[in-house]
């Protein structure tokens, strides 16, 4: 795959939602993203690179002085914008927004704490000389994400959008973002998995790499916040209703009702909640064609946390 010729790609836009993240950081990040448009660009890759962030923040993080000192260093971009929310849109329902407004030809769905290698760019479009490619995803490091994926083809069950790259006119025609059931968890997997489910290829691009600063703890776990820990239960029993699993949800709900946990007990009575109003998506993918659920898991991981 990496040895195959690279052709121009036309126009990127890159978009990131923003929620209260310090200015030194989207400084760092945007430096990094400046110098990989310039060898892309360069390379002939992409004939422009533009940056739109979205604000969801309850004040500008980027005030126009400090979106002007910015914009005057990066000399690759086409120009950097920024949309205030006015409020918490969340990234699903944020991202959905920037998109109304995008004309290129390519999205990089970024976070905002995400720093590229000077290649990345180049390296995230070499699987788009394959057929039928829809969505491609870059290696994070420190901590690499532990999903499966194809050493060959790089085929992969779901991509994080912490950072990856699709053509616009395929993330338009299915709708963007499931904005309605997904606020802040598991928007990427549902992507993934109606990109999968239009017969596109889901990738994962081990030479694209970005640096995303994730920790652990002294014992090697995760210390969610109590706002991740609900989003990320709300999330799991929206993917089993919305992906056919009947039985997933009972079990989950009933797990969530016996926990101690205030969070877990308060996503299971929400889901309920937009069950009795008629409010859950209608499910999909009744022959589980594209859809995994793998203990807490939505494909196969290759280590474990």
């Avoid at 209260?20 to 890759?45: Q, Y």
């Avoid at 969801?56 to 086409?78: G, N, T, W």
């Avoid at 699903?92 to 990089?108: E, I």
Wanted: some cysteine; proline content about 5%; overall charge negative.
């Amino acid at each position: 795959m990496a040895n195959k010729p690279l052709k121009n790609f036309g126009s990127l836009r890159v978009q990131s939602v923003l929620y209260g993240n310090e200015l030194a950081r989207i400084e760092k990040t945007v430096r990094h993203l400046n110098r990989a448009a310039d060898l892309a660009i360069a390379m002939g890759v992409f004939t422009s690179v533009e940056l739109i962030y979205g604000d969801a923040s309850p004040q500008r993080v980027l005030d126009d002085a400090s979106l002007e000192a910015i914009s005057s260093e990066s000399y690759a971009l086409k120009g950097i914008e920024v949309d205030f929310f006015s409020g918490n849109l969340g990234s699903a329902a944020g991202h959905n927004r920037l998109l109304q407004g995008t004309d290129t030809d390519y999205v990089l769905i970024m976070n905002p704490d995400v720093m590229l290698a000077p290649n990345a760019l180049i390296e995230l479009v070499r699987p788009y000389t394959g057929h039928a490619v829809g969505l491609v995803e870059a290696r994070q490091l420190p901590i690499e994400h532990p999903k499966d994926y194809n050493t060959t083809t790089g085929e992969t069950g779901w991509a994080t959008t912490a950072c990856a790259l699709i053509p616009t006119s395929l993330i338009k025609s299915i709708g963007g973002f499931d904005s309605e059931s997904f606020f802040l968890y598991c928007d990427d997997v549902d992507l993934s998995w109606r990109i999968r489910l239009e017969n596109h290829k889901v990738i994962y691009q081990p030479s694209a790499s970005v640096f995303h600063d994730k920790r652990l703890s002294e014992s090697g776990t995760w210390l969610p916040s109590g706002s991740e820990q609900y989003y990320s239960a709300e999330a799991a029993l929206m993917m089993a209703h919305k992906y056919s699993r009947p039985n997933l949800v009972r079990e989950l709900l009933e797990s969530f009702q016996k926990s101690e946990t205030p969070n877990l007990i308060r996503a299971a009575e929400t889901f309920l909640a937009k069950r009795d109003a008629d409010k859950l998506p209608s499910p999909i993918d009744a022959s589980h064609k594209v859809s995994s659920f793998n203990g807490d898991f939505y494909t196969n991981h290759r280590f474990s946390l």
